[in-house]
């Protein structure tokens, strides 16, 4: 269970100071595929930020599983981030000379999955999302929709239990967008946390619940 309790972020610039996120209250239980949708601007990255432990809040909490993340110590706070969350993005990141196979294992690198153990998880992560048959193939080799299901498949490999996804269906088509969001929802069915972010209303419509940001505060919440 993530919970978030007055969570705001502030920033002081020539004109003032700018709440990006400010009073947001909310509940993400364990297998809850959550959408975070709002215009440009409205605050959706900034608070994505904050529940992944990356960009400390000025004020308020975030409590994962009841421990409060931002009052650990730096490295354990670093050891949720690696070990408990996945991120997908709109943006693949993935090294187009190295295969499948070897962008995946970067991931279990960083996360020092011991190397006799990285074979069977990621040959086990890239079968959740499709693409066992691509292993070997180089990434520059693969087509927008492939691309996103290894991007998928890396933040799967070290089993989080959270999953993070900005605008993962940015840059695809409907049909590879649908497909990238189906994947999205067996990750939830298997007990993860999962929390998009997007602007397309229909891949929203395809979560168990949307909440709609404005000027850094949830305006309305969708079941």
Not at 58 to 84: M, W
Not at 134 to 158: D, H, P, Y
Not at 170 to 189: F, S
Request: aromatic share 6%; proline share 3%; glycine share 8%.
């Amino acid at each position: 269970m993530i919970t978030v309790r007055n969570l705001g972020k502030k920033y002081e610039d020539i004109s003032g100071t700018i709440w990006p996120v400010r009073g947001v209250d909310l509940d993400v239980p364990k297998g809850r595929f959550l959408c975070i949708t709002g215009r440009s601007g409205s605050g959706k990255t900034t608070l994505l930020k904050m529940l992944g432990g990356i960009l400390d809040p000025t004020e308020g909490t975030v409590e994962v599983e009841g421990v409060s993340i931002y009052d650990l110590p730096e490295k354990k706070l670093a050891a949720y981030r690696s070990d408990k969350t996945g991120f997908i993005f709109q943006d693949y990141f993935l090294e187009d000379k190295y295969t499948v196979y070897q962008n995946i294992e970067v991931a279990t690198m960083i996360n020092r999955i011991p190397e006799r153990n990285r074979k069977d998880k990621i040959e086990d992560a890239l079968q959740q999302v499709g693409m066992l048959h691509k292993e070997f193939v180089l990434a520059q080799n693969l087509s927008g929709g492939e691309k996103q299901r290894i991007s998928i498949a890396r933040a799967i490999v070290t089993q989080p239990d959270i999953l993070f996804a900005d605008e993962p269906c940015g840059n695809l088509d409907a049909e590879n967008g649908k497909e990238i969001m189906q994947l999205l929802r067996k990750q939830a069915q298997k007990g993860r946390s999962v929390i998009l972010i997007t602007h397309n209303r229909e891949d929203a419509e395809l979560t168990d619940e949307i909440i709609t940001l404005k000027d850094g505060k949830i305006i309305n919440y969708e079941n």
